[in-house]
């Protein structure tokens, strides 16, 4: 296990670069000069306003360029909201407009209201009242948990709301999840800073058994277990230049922002002595997290955790040999606290080889020789973020035959509730005595925004189809595949469909293959269930986009997110629905792909107290994108314990 340095050399300068420090203190400061920002000033999301696929795609090293900052604001005292737009090139504020809270939501949590709502909340008579009626009168060991307010009004539309769940402590050092205080609401207005309402269904008894998951907790560790070293005695095979990086014919550059954490630009691979374009970027947009408990305390509890979290802002610094193995290369990333001060975030991007397996292999039964193989190996390229009581990995992976990946892994601590010890609910399981886990789905949702050997695409929805007996099918065993080409975009939004393999394949009609069909790549879905809150309801109506597996968009720069720019505090029906009504033709032209996907969650017993990865995702397959197997070119293994000759 090794690690060299933790960052890339210098490089030329793109305008897809990463953010940096020197940026996000000359937005403040113009913000300040205009006098749009002041001590009362706070900045939940400072973030690059991307320039143009085509003048992306365009940049030589050494062409001149500008950046550009979005900013949200956000005044303390009077909980008004604006979003900015500064040219941190030439010193200029762009534009600047106030948000209405009431119709376009709030913006993120910021992470100073984590204490201060939880100071607001512990201080609070009725707060204290209730827990007192619950046997609780020390709260010094409680832990009220701010949590995002859904679509909740209290008295008037546009109040900045926080809601608080509790949890209790034996000590200062024990796992609260274990503890949950149930049937009991806190409604925060952070503005005024005092809660607003109390909801109280009734006293649960406090689950008393302890969920402690260190090695100290849990007995004797194993002894059998050897030791595994990776080691790559010449280094990694692949290069970083900067942000850019290239290996094994795959070029990209690598980003990262506050908001969707990992994205990834301009991912390109080298066929002959060409740079042919696959993706123009990728990165995970959102994730929703809905709950399904129907009692009042509990039947608002869905998190968007990028829109509402600023899930890239909660990533983890990562720990060779605990988090990442193998010969390291880490990344830091740059983003601006709260008061739109930059902080550096270490080691949060881990680049990685990994052995995949095989990769392919035949022995001729015919002629005698000894069998070809070639073992896979991928580069992986992942973080991890923290958010409340999960943790998630994500994994985007590149392949040697052309392949590319992404996988999502769940872990950390289940949400949990309380209820009579024995008693079970229909609606999660009961992991120790008194402690439930609540039923939900992970929703995932992916943005693609496509470039398959170029920007003009088309995306057809593909089946396999058997064929009916009959004299073009006498034995009844022919089966066929029948396409749908998505060319409007009111047939943008799709549903997957395991029993017909259903796939959805990206087409170049420009460009074709020595075959004469247009070269394409394939999303292959893992599908899970759509979102199961009724129709109507406020979290089918938030996380409209997970009531398709795939929705297929015209490409346009504001579109950004597929719940929305600001989902926190939004009424629902932002971002997807509103841009797949209808009337833009989707045939041969820049296209975005949002793909929705993710476990629905039925806890076990064997996932408490800390859960193992659960894992989803996807592959994006060349499809007759290139003329045979790219990756014959291989050299075979000899010796050193690998393959004998």
């Known amino acids: ?148 307010a859904g679509s909740l009004v209290i008295d008037r539309p546009g109040r900045r709301l926080l809601r608080c769940l509790t949890w209790l402590r034996c000590d200062a050092t024990d796992n609260a999840w274990a503890h949950p205080v149930g049937g009991l609401v806190a409604d925060v207005d952070v503005t005024e800073r005092r809660v607003v309402r109390i909801i109280d269904t009734g006293a649960v008894p406090v689950p008393a058994e302890c969920g402690r998951y260190e090695a100290e907790f849990n007995g004797p560790a194993r002894t059998d277990l050897r030791p595994l070293e990776i080691t790559q005695p010449q280094g990694p095979s692949f290069r970083l230049d900067g942000p850019l990086l290239t290996w094994q014919n795959w070029s990209f550059r690598v980003d990262f922002n506050a908001r969707e954490g990992l994205v990834l630009h301009r991912i390109t691979h080298r066929d002959g002595d060409r740079e042919r374009p696959v993706l123009h970027r990728a990165s995970l947009a959102e994730m929703a997290v809905a709950y399904g408990e129907p009692d009042e305390s509990r039947n608002w509890v869905t998190f968007l955790d990028a829109g509402e979290y600023s899930l890239g802002r909660n990533a983890n610094a990562l720990r060779l040999g605990c988090d990442c193995l193998g010969e390291i290369r880490y990344l830091d990333a740059v983003v601006a606290d709260d008061h739109g001060i930059p902080e550096t975030l270490p080691n949060v991007i881990c680049i990685h080889e990994e052995d995949h397996g095989l ?71 009961e992991v120790a005595p008194g402690l439930l886990a609540p039923y939900h789905q992970h929703l995932f949702c992916v943005r693609l925004d496509v470039a398959v050997d170029g920007l003009a695409n088309t995306v057809e929805e593909v089946d396999v189809v058997p064929v009916p007996a009959g004299p073009g099918n ?70 409209a986009y997970g009531s398709k597996h795939l929705w297929v968009t015209r490409h346009r720069a504001d579109r950004r997110y597929p719940a929305g720019d600001y989902p926190n505090q939004h009424p629902g029906g932002a971002g997807l629905p509103q841009w797949t009504t209808g009337g833009e033709p989707l045939e041969n032209t820049e296209l975005t792909l949002w793909h929705t996907f993710g476990p629905t969650h039925l806890p076990r017993l064997e996932e408490w107290p800390v859960m193992p990865v659960d894992a989803s995702g996807f592959a994006l397959k060349p499809t007759g994108f290139f003329d045979r197997n790219p990756a014959l070119d291989l050299p075979r293994e000899t010796g050193g314990g690998h393959c004998a000759v």
């Not at 292999?361 to 190996?377: L, M, P, Q, V, Y």
């Not at 009581?389 to 949990?416: C, I, R």
Request: aromatic share 6%; net charge negative; charged share 20%.
């Open 359 to 429: 990769l392919w292999k035949h022995t001729d039964i015919f002629n005698g020789n000894a069998a070809e193989s070639r073992r896979s190996r991928r580069l992986v390229i992942s973080y991890i973020a923290t958010v409340g009581n999960y943790d998630y990995g994500f994994y985007w992976y590149f392949h040697q035959d052309g392949t590319l990946a992404f996988e999502a892994k769940s872990t950390g601590m289940v949400q949990t509730s309380a209820v009579e010890p024995g008693a079970g609910s229909p609606h999660g399981t």
């Open 1 to 148: 296990m090794t690690c060299c340095h933790p960052g890339p050399p210098a490089a030329q300068p793109h305008p897809l670069d990463p953010l940096s420090a020197d940026e996000i203190t000359a937005a403040r400061r113009v913000l300040e000069e205009a006098g749009k920002a002041g001590e009362d000033t706070r900045f939940p999301l400072v973030l690059l306003d991307e320039p143009d696929r085509h003048a992306a795609a365009a940049h030589r090293p050494g062409d001149p360029f500008l950046r550009r900052l979005r900013v949200t604001l956000l005044d303390l005292p009077t909980g008004t909201a604006a979003e900015a737009v500064v040219d941190v090139t030439a010193g200029l504020l762009l534009s600047y407009r106030e948000l209405d809270p009431a119709t376009e939501g709030q913006p993120q949590v910021l992470f100073e209201e984590y204490p201060l709502v939880e100071a607001i909340v512990k201080a609070d008579p009725g707060w204290r009242k209730a827990m007192a009626e619950r046997g609780v009168d020390d709260t010094d060991l409680a832990v009220c948990a701010p949590l995002a």
């Open 474 to 543: 006498p034995a009844g065993n022919a089966i066929t595949t029948r396409t749908t080409v998505l060319a409007d975009s009111a047939d943008g939004g799709r549903v997957a469909d395991t029993a017909a393999g259903r796939r959805w394949r990206i087409t170049n009609p420009g460009s074709r293959n020595r075959m004469g069909q247009p070269v394409a790549y394939t999303l292959v879905p893992q599908p899970g269930p759509l979102v199961l809150a009724q129709p109507g309801s406020p979290v089918a109506g938030r996380v």
